[in-house]
């Protein structure tokens, strides 16, 4: 009886295999297709606009408060804390969307990126009090950051199921469309809306501009509120989660802790650089700009510069399904690794207040294709680099790794440009060099170690997966099981599908 039931497994699991493409097994519309997948990733907006907001907020409060600000924790807290707080919500999330709910997870972290992105804007020191206020808008940083953190794992990685169902030969690029073009799209709103309030309350109003910066991060998360009330879990998710058994952890981390690493290792590279660079632009466009240029120059400025991560992100929607995630990320991150060697070589031209516009242009364009290398492909290939079981939290790690990178490179970066002494050029140039040998490194490790990924990879990799657990002794059977069912009453169901 035992083998009849183990043949039985066998032949339905082969029949699975088979039918590698969902389309035929559900019938849906296009649209009950592609928004499941655009409520659980359009999330990341939020990340990009709260975490790019933050460095035009800084400016602000450092031109209104001055040393009391500048000579504070605050300016480092204020700007890196969020990250922090990211990394425990990715930790958090990460186990709670593969262990309760993919969609539950959401619907929490966007609770929480409402209630504290108003609070931010709000904050406030007893009785007018200068530090208290600075610690209030630290500590609400923090907690938001808890809110995006659930976005990482919970969205992305149900936003990576839920295009499991689309049409194959756009899965890559409707996944992209909807979280790193998102994210590209909050960084440049997040850089637009204070370039607009400067212009509109001039620089004899920044009290308003940062609050007002601040508040407006409440509209992302809540313009999606309703659709992830709705959001139901992704099929692959039931079918095959380990919420209801004990995961066998050792054998998961035998089977993808290399793998993890490696995609993990990526992701902290990518984020070192890239959320730094994001962060410091405007003080970097500020000592290009003339000494008498006011703040909405240097906002305008900066707006232009994000830009350009627009276009990068959005052709590489298309050039990750054209060439696969592996090769769209190898190839994108060294060709920026040459661009940035180059742009550092001719900083002292560049760097000229008369060459602005031509420092725009050089410093967009190696933005660009960081977003149509990396950018657009490290979480498409930590979303579909691991079974279904796991995902969440496999997925939480390489993103939490990647903002630890972040969270160093904003305290780092400083330091790398006084390495350059006195010299304005050769502290400028030192960040670009670090950040160039980094990518071409990125590149290198990417084209060696990353695995294939097509489109049917999170099908097949469950697949594969099932295989070997069932070679170490793992009963499968328990895959997709819901609360209150057990192995006995699938032990019915075979008998039945054997009968």
Known sequence: MFGKKKMAAASERENYAQNVDPLAEVPKSKWERIWPAMACGSGLF???YINNVIGSVSTCLKTLYGKA?????????????????????????????????????????????????????????AGGNLQGMFAALTAYRFLVGIGIGGEYPAGSVACSEATGELKAGSRNRWFILFTNVMIDCGFVIGAFVPYVLVVICTDSHLRAVWRISLGLGVIPPLSLLWLRIKLKEP????????????????????????????????????????????????????????ADASLAQSFGWNTVINLFYIPG?????????????????????????????????????????SHVGGFAVVYGIFLSLGELGPGDNIGLCASKSCATGVRGQYYAFAAAVGKIG??????????????????????????????????????????????????????????KFR??????????????????ESLEREELRIEKLDS
């Open 235 to 290: 099929e692959e998710f039931t079918r095959e989660s380990m919420k209801h058994v004990k995961v066998p952890y050792l054998l998961v981390l035998k089977y993808y802790g290399f793998r993890l690493f490696i995609v993990s290792l990526i992701w902290f590279i990518y984020d070192f650089s890239t959320y730094s660079f994001g962060i410091f632009s405007s003080t970097i466009l500020s000592n290009i700009l003339p």
């Open 69 to 125: 600000y500048t000579e504070s924790n605050a300016q480092k807290n204020v700007s890196a804390i969020t990250f922090a707080g990211t990394v425990l919500g990715m930790a958090v999330f990460g186990y709670t969307s593969d262990k309760w709910s993919r969609s539950n997870s959401l619907l929490v972290s966007t609770i929480i990126l409402i209630v504290f992105a108003a609070l931010g804007a709000g904050s406030y020191g």
């Open 406 to 463: 972040a969270f160093v490179g904003t305290y780092i970066f400083p330091y790398i440009e006084k390495s350059g002494g006195k010299s304005v050029n050769t502290s400028a140039q030192y960040p670009f060099y670090v950040s160039s040998a980094l990518c071409v490194f990125s590149a290198i490790i990417a084209f060696a170690f990353l695995p294939y990924i097509g489109q049917d990879t999170i099908t097949t990799e469950d697949i």
């Open 46 to 48: 939020s990340d990009g």
């Open 467 to 484: 295989e070997y657990l069932e070679a170490h002794g793992w009963d499968t059977r328990q895959l997709g099981l819901q609360r209150g």
């Open 313 to 353: 992100a959005f052709l590489g929607s298309f050039y990750s399904d054209l060439v696969g995630p592996k090769m769209a990320l190898a190839s994108g991150v060294f060709v920026q690794g040459i661009v940035g060697f180059i742009m550092a070589g001719l900083y002292p031209t560049l760097a000229q207040a």
